[in-house]
């Protein structure tokens, strides 16, 4: 991803994929994310299924810088949701 503006970041958060299979992580460029965002700050937010959309998809969320490489460091906590080990 290409800087525009200093650091490239990326935002990375769980899915919210409940279906069979392993954890998974999405990942969003930093404009991207910022859209989204704002799309969902306009849902209703009293409603309870907004309420569960920002706890466990908005909430978790982390913005990460990307190396030279095009590579980010992702935090533990996240490693140990999608069972990621140095194997």
Not at 18 to 37: C, F, R
Not at 61 to 85: E, M, T
Request: charged residues 30%; hydrophobic residues 35%.
């Amino acid at each position: 991803l290409p800087a525009t503006e200093g650091e490239a970041k990326v935002v990375v958060t769980p899915s919210l994929s409940d279906g069979p299979g392993p954890a998974t992580l999405d990942v969003y460029p930093l404009s991207e994310w910022k859209l989204l965002e704002e799309k969902i700050r306009r849902l209703p937010s009293f409603q309870d299924r907004t309420k569960a959309l920002k706890r466990r998809y908005i909430h978790p969320a982390q913005d990460l810088v990307v190396d030279s490489q095009g590579r980010i460091l992702l935090p533990q906590d996240f490693r140990a949701a999608i069972s990621l080990s140095k194997e």
